[in-house]
């Protein structure tokens, strides 16, 4: 959220359920000069209606992956974009990648996964 933030992303929010990353994440922001420029809220991600969002990056274990592939599918705009980190999503092609070993990360476009898939937004197939 904080690079997200420092590359000019807004607004910049995080969601966290843990109570100790959630303080963490307000101790890191506050350090790093962005409290109050960022937020954490303590939400379920599944619960979150991410219909608005333009840019979602993840950092989430790949057993999680495929369900909150058929989230993004079904609420983000066509013209999203999605970073995944240390994992990537297992169906999805990426537009693009960069690093390598533990620091890669994935870069996805909505529009090109849903052609690749046969889903328009909404989740239903084209």
């Avoid at 101790?27 to 937020?39: E, P, Q, T």
């Avoid at 989230?71 to 690093?99: H, I, N, Y």
């Avoid at 620091?103 to 239903?124: F, I, L, N």
């Amino acid at each position: 959220v904080l690079e997200a933030y420092r590359q000019g992303l807004s607004p910049a929010v995080g969601y966290e359920l843990n109570p100790w990353l959630l303080c963490l994440s307000h101790y890191r922001a506050w350090r790093a000069g962005c409290h109050g420029k960022v937020s954490f809220l303590k939400r379920d991600l599944w619960k979150v209606n991410l219909s608005d969002c333009y840019n979602v990056i993840v950092f989430l274990a790949p057993s999680v992956k495929p369900p909150l592939a058929t989230k993004l599918l079904a609420e983000l705009p066509d013209e999203a974009r999605v970073v995944a980190g240390r994992f990537p999503f297992p169906s999805w092609t990426p537009s693009s990648t960069l690093g390598q070993g533990l620091e890669q990360v994935w870069a996805y476009d909505m529009k090109e996964v849903r052609q690749a898939s046969g889903h328009s937004p909404g989740g239903s197939p084209v």
